[in-house]
């Protein structure tokens, strides 16, 4: 009966894995130091400072030029996991029980890495805050939604863009607390974790059969991994390079919506330069640089 719980709900399973991976070192990603790490070679510091004060958006980089950022830190990212991937399969059969766990915490770790430095990249605001280990529940959603993109679920590809949607309308900073946690998006954000969760008990058996064998186990593992890891990246990537956040825009608010409302905001300035530079980022940003 037992284990009749344990398989009936994998919502709960994906979520407590979720929860331990974003626990891990190393796997937050502070938002300042990447973008201004990521921007340096691309944009003027004022740019710079506009993008991590406000968003990328709000300081007129354009979408071909994070484009470019997000390729390589998407590169940097599947080819660390990779890495630890193939080291995780080398013990063999002898060590699995724990190989498989630590396999499935370290890939799921970076693809909270890589889901962060795509959000952030493309004008999301900062997923976790300071105040100790806790992920909160809008944040859990979110990263839930983000995830369910990588695996190809339609459903999440709509509700990202439905969140999106209400930021862009009103210019907001932060996550929209309560469609997250108990309004509109929340049924989606649940039905999302259950179908991973479902997809990640299929996933653990093969890449236990993966590293059965020692040494060919590794280069088995390393390859699975890159070979699902990349696509999902780039599947995140196109999706949040469409959204409307993703547009170079003229100012942001700092504001909580809740399910459409304003709530707080404060009007930030942006400089007429960078408003310019929104507009012809516009004009001049193609199907192909979101490919």
């Known amino acids: 009966m037992n284990q009749g719980k344990a398989v009936e709900n994998p919502e709960s399973r994906f979520s407590a894995v979720l929860v331990g991976a974003a626990k891990l070192p190393g796997v937050r990603i502070n938002r300042e130091a990447y973008l201004r790490s990521a ?104 990263l839930t939604l983000f995830f369910g993109v990588m695996f190809g679920t339609q459903s999440a590809n709509a509700a990202v863009g439905k969140v999106a949607g209400m930021m862009s309308e009103q210019v907001a900073k932060k996550l929209p607390q309560k469609a997250l946690t108990q309004g509109v998006i929340y049924p989606i954000v649940k039905k999302v974790a259950g179908h991973i969760g479902v997809k990640m008990t299929k996933d653990s058996f093969a890449k236990t059969v993966s590293k ?61 330069r960078s408003e310019q530079h929104g507009m012809d980022a516009t004009a001049g940003t193609s199907e192909e640089s979101r490919s």
């Open 212 to 272: 059965a064998i020692p040494l060919v186990g590794a280069a088995v593992s390393g390859g699975l991994t890159f070979a699902t890891y990349l696509p999902m990246a780039k599947r995140l990537k196109k999706h949040l390079s469409s959204l409307p956040l993703a547009e170079p825009s003229h100012r942001v608010m700092d504001e909580d919506v809740v399910d459409g409302e304003v709530v707080e905001e404060h009007e930030s300035f942006v400089s007429p």
């Open 39 to 142: 921007l340096a070679r691309h944009c003027s510091e004022d740019d710079i400072r506009r993008a991590i004060e406000e968003t990328p958006a709000a300081a007129g980089i354009t979408v071909e030029v994070l484009d470019k950022v997000a390729n390589d830190s998407i590169r940097y990212e599947t080819a660390k996991v990779s890495a630890l991937s193939a080291a995780a399969g080398i013990p063999g059969i002898l060590a699995l029980p724990a190989t498989v766990p630590a396999d499935l915490a370290q890939y799921f770790g970076h693809m909270l890495r890589i889901s962060q430095k795509l959000a952030y990249l493309y004008s999301w605001p900062d997923l976790f805050s300071d105040d100790g280990d806790d992920v909160d529940d809008a944040t859990m959603g979110v």
